[in-house]
C-alpha cells in the first residue's frame, strides 16, 4: 500500500481537476504525466513557452516563498533582467510557516521540503507542472524525479531545487578525533552543549539514529513510525531535551556560527550552508561536519506552482530559470548543496563543487533520508499504523516543554 492512501478524495480530486493520472503509482516510476491538462488548469498561463513569456511581461512580477537565500538578489536579477518579473520573496521560517503562507492564497509558488509538499498537494494549494514547459527539467539527476514526497500517481507537482544532508557538526577541541557517530547527540557526553534543529521533522532524526542502534524496533523509514517505534524517538528526544543550549531553525540559523563561535554550543546538527559560514570565519572555527555512519535525514526541496497563482506566467519561468544550469549552480555554491541539473555542474566556480557535494554520486545519497510527510499509511503491511504529522507535531511541542 502507498502513502498516497493518505491523500485521499482531497488529491484525488485536485489531480482529476488539473491532470490527466496514469497507472504506476509507485514514486520511483519511469514516468510522469505532465500533459496539457496540467498547464491549462491554472487561470491565464499560456498554452506555449512562447505564450508564457509574452503574458508574463505584462504581469511582471512573482511572489514567492522561500527558504532564506533560495532566491537571492544575485540572481533574481539575472531572471529579471530575462523575462521582465520583478522577484518578491517571504522567507520561511519552516515547512509549518510555509504551508500557512501558501494557504493564504498570496503567494504563487513554494520552496517547499518534503515535510511540507504532500500537505500542499493534499490541500489543493499547489498544481502539477507541465515539465514540457519547463525544459531544464530534462536535465535534472534521475535520482530526483518522481519521488514519493512530490510525485502523485505519477503526477508531478513541481521541480527539484536541489538536495542535502543534515549533517553532524562538531567543535575539534572538544571532541575526539576520529568521531563519526551522531553518538555525542545522545549519549550525555555533550551536556548543555547541543544546537539542535527545532522542528517536529526532527524527530526522524532521532529514528534514523534508532534504525542503526536499536534494530530490534525494525525501523526502516525513519517518517514511518508506529506506535512503539514514536514512542522510543520520543523518549530519546525527552533524554536529550535538557541537553540542548540552543535551538534554531529556518530564520535563525546564523545564530549557530555564533553559538558555536562563544563556545556556548560543541556539537549537533547543522545544514552545509552554516559549515560554509563557519569556514568563512575569520579565523575559521575549529570545527568539523560529516554525515556521520548511522546514515542521517536530508532534504531534496521542491519548486512548486500555487493552484491560483496571481502571475503563473513568471512563475512558470521561474520553475524553470532556478533549475537552469547557471542559476542552479549559483544558488547550490551559495546554500551549500549539490544541484538538481547535471549540467549545472559544468558552470560553478568551484570546479570541485559537485564532487564535494556528492552531485554525481547516488550511492552516497542511499543513507540520507530526505525530509517527507508522516502519514497513517506506514507504506508496508502495517497498513494504517503509523503516526502522522499532527501526532509529530503534538510530540514535539510536549518534548520541548
Known sequence: ??????????????????????????????????????????????????????????????????????????????????????????????????????GTGAYDGVSASGDATLRLIARGDVAPVNYDLTPNYANVFEGLKNKSYNTVDGVGYGVPHGRGPNLLVFRKDKLPAGTDSWAPVWDGSQAGKLSIY??????????????????????????????????????????????????????????QVTTFKSGETTVGTTWPYQTNLMAAEKPPLPVSSLKPKEGTTGWSDTWMIAKNAKHPNCMYLWLDYIISPQANAKVAEYFGEAPSNSKACDVTKDKNHCT????????????????????????????????TYEDWKAAWTEIKG
Not at 508574463?56 to 538578489?73: F, H, P
Not at 534494530?215 to 513510525?225: R, S, T
Open 1 to 102: 500500500m502507498s502513502k498516497k492512501k493518505w491523500l485521499g478524495l482531497v488529491v484525488y480530486a485536485v489531480i482529476a481537476l488539473f491532470a490527466a493520472t496514469s497507472c504506476g503509482g509507485d514514486d520511483e516510476s519511469s514516468g510522469t504525466t505532465t500533459g496539457a491538462a496540467a498547464s491549462t488548469a491554472i487561470p491565464g498561463l499560456g498554452a506555449t513557452l512562447n505564450e508564457i513569456k509574452q503574458k508574463a511581461r505584462s504581469e511582471g512580477m512573482v511572489n514567492l516563498v522561500i527558504w532564506a537565500g533560495y532566491a537571492d538578489k544575485s540572481w533574481a536579477k539575472t531572471f529579471t533582467q530575462q523575462t521582465g518579473c520583478k522577484v518578491v520573496t517571504k522567507d520561511g521560517a519552516s515547512s509549518d510557516d510555509m504551508v500557512d503562507l501558501m
Open 198 to 255: 527545532d522542528n517536529p521533522i526532527y524527530i526522524a532524526d532521532a529514528a534514523v539514529y534508532l534504525k542503526a542502534t536499536k534494530p530490534d524496533l525494525g525501523i526502516e523509514n525513519p517518517y514511518a513510525l508506529d506506535q512503539e517505534q514514536f514512542d522510543a524517538a520520543v523518549d530519546l528526544l525527552k533524554k536529550q531535551r535538557p541537553q540542548i543550549a540552543k535551538y534554531w531553525d529556518g530564520t535563525t540559523y546564523a545564530t
Open 356 to 387: 564535494t557535494y556528492h552531485a554525481t554520486d547516488e550511492s552516497w545519497w542511499k543513507d540520507v533520508y530526505y525530509w517527507d510527510t508522516p502519514t497513517a499509511d506506514c507504506g508496508d503491511d502495517r497498513g494504517e499504523a503509523c503516526k
